[in-house]
Structure formats: structure tokens, C-alpha cells
């Protein structure tokens, strides 16, 4: 029997995206590439580029720009990384610096070819970005560093001031959205980084295919251990190679998703078409 291919799902009016543009997006993208700086603003195709350029603002992606896994939903390019770069820190640094930022957002691609999973690197930036920046608050974003206790302690130890790890899906679409990913490591992370008195976020993705019920389920996960800041964003097919969209959510769904994730008890929600995890981010602190 022929498979079925999914069915192509047209793109409503309130997810049109224009192009970027603009003297200060033209500035920023200069002096990143100038730096040999990724930005997971390009790699992952972020549809607020233009918005937060323009307004100078970045969230800088450290290690490269090749990742381990092959998240089905992500438009990151995967294959065998290059060796860490160790002018990296300081570059991102200065960085941060010439842009004049007041909250500097740091995520990377998943190192599992790395001994500590890049631990130490991620270290060294936080480091590095507040030796330079003092007056500069500091958001990571951070992959799942295998659920080891080490290694995240390791990230840990810098204090982030808030501390961000992507839930991005529920839990029944995991070995679908992310076979190399485990839904539950993603909790021991979160949950490891609030015991240890940080402050933590995640996000995740809507119309991958799950269900009210399913979302439901996953917020009271997240609320119960600790997270403080959710951000909830639609989900949109980066090429053909990856999984289709299952629906659209509109506004206003994402407005009930707000209302009942700070019921729960969230402090911070962001909830949007095109809201993603960095979205406002200095609001957040």
C-alpha cells in the first residue's frame, strides 16, 4: 500500500513574517559574523529576527552550530561539530558589550560528543560574559547535558540568573519530536537546577499534534517542580525533511493557554504564534 503523505496546511494571515531589515539589524549581523558568532536567531529560523536585531538585542548560540541529535522539529543543522572554539567566551563577550545589553540570552546545539557534554565550556562563558559585563544579567538556555548530575552541577555553579531548559513538546510526542531526547531527563534538569536555588524556564511548541489534555499535563509538570517562566509558541515546519504541522493555534487559544498556565501558577507567561523562548526575555527578569 502507498504511504499517505501528510496533507500541506496553509499559513494564516496572523503568522505572516516579513522580511527582515533595517540599519540596526544590518549592524548587529555584521559585528556577529565579524565575531564568528552563531545566533540560534539564524540557525533555527526565528520569525522575531527582525524585531529583536533591530532593537539590538541577540540570543547568542555557543559551540558551534552543527548539533549531535536530529530533533525532527528543529531547523538546526546536525552532523559532527568542530572542536570548541576557545576564543568563543571572549568574543561573546565583547559582544554583549558593544551592543550595550542589559540581559544577555546564551543557548547552544546539544555537544553529546563532548567528555562533560560542553558543561565546562558553558562555564567558562558565563564566567567570561560577567567579568566583562558586571552589570549584565545572564539567561542560559541549555540542553539536557545527558541528565547528568555532574555535569549540570557544573552549569550550575555560575549561577545563572535564570536558567532555561525546552521542554518543546509533550510527553507522547517525544519519540516522534525528539527520539534522542527524554522527557523525563528534561524534568531531572529542571528540577535539579530550582533544588539547587536557581530560577528556572522552559517552553514548548503547539501544533505538533497534541492534545488539550497533553498540554494540561505538561504545565502541572512544569509547575510542580519549580518552573517559574513558560513561554508557549506555535510550531512551524522548517523544511520538507521535517514533521508537518498538525494544526494551527490561534491568537486566542494562546491567550487561554496564558490564562490557564498562570492559574496554575506560572509567574511569567509568554503566549503567542510567534512567541519563542527568548521572546522578552529581559522582561522576564
Not at 555557543?62 to 567566551?89: D, M
Not at 539567561?139 to 545527558?146: G, Q, S
Not at 506555535?234 to 494544526?247: D, F, I, K
Request: neutral net charge; aromatic residues 8%; hydrophobic residues 35%.
Amino acid at each position: 500500500m502507498e504511504e499517505t503523505k501528510p496533507q500541506h496546511i496553509a499559513r494564516p494571515d496572523w503568522l505572516k513574517i516579513k522580511t527582515p531589515g533595517g540599519k540596526n539589524f544590518a549592524q548587529v549581523k555584521s559585528m556577529l559574523h565579524k565575531n564568528c558568532l552563531h545566533t540560534v536567531c539564524e540557525e533555527a529560523h526565528c520569525p522575531n529576527m527582525a524585531e529583536c536585531w533591530n532593537s539590538k538585542t541577540a540570543t547568542f548560540m555557543i559551540l558551534g552550530n552543527i548539533c549531535t541529535r536530529n530533533c525532527r522539529y528543529c531547523a538546526t543543522r546536525t552532523g559532527k561539530p568542530l572542536p570548541p572554539n576557545p576564543l568563543e567566551p571572549m568574543h561573546l563577550a565583547e559582544s554583549v558589550n558593544k551592543m550595550g545589553l542589559r540581559h544577555a540570552v546564551i543557548t547552544s546545539v546539544t555537544r553529546d560528543d563532548l567528555k562533560d557534554c560542553g558543561a565546562e565550556f558553558w562555564a567558562e562563558v558565563v564566567r567570561t560574559c560577567r567579568k566583562v559585563n558586571p552589570d549584565v544579567t545572564v539567561e542560559i538556555l541549555v540542553p539536557d547535558f545527558k541528565a547528568n548530575a555532574d555535569f549540570c552541577e557544573i552549569v550550575f555553579k555560575e549561577r545563572p540568573d535564570i536558567f532555561n531548559h525546552n521542554i518543546e513538546t509533550v510527553k507522547a510526542l517525544f519519540p516522534t519530536a525528539r527520539p534522542q531526547g527524554n522527557y523525563d531527563d528534561s524534568i531531572k534538569v529542571l528540577k535539579a537546577a530550582k533544588e539547587f536555588g536557581l530560577r528556572t524556564k522552559t517552553g514548548f511548541m503547539v501544533g505538533l499534534g497534541e492534545t488539550r489534555e497533553q498540554i494540561l499535563e505538561l504545565m502541572n509538570d512544569m509547575h510542580n517542580i519549580g518552573v517559574s517562566i513558560l513561554t508557549i509558541g506555535q510550531y512551524l515546519q522548517p523544511t520538507r525533511e521535517h514533521l508537518p504541522v498538525a494544526r494551527y493555534v490561534s491568537p486566542q487559544e494562546f491567550d487561554e493557554l496564558k490564562q490557564i498556565a498562570l492559574e496554575i501558577g506560572f509567574d511569567k507567561v509568554e503566549s503567542g504564534p510567534l512567541v519563542r523562548s527568548s521572546y522578552h526575555a529581559a522582561q522576564h527578569f
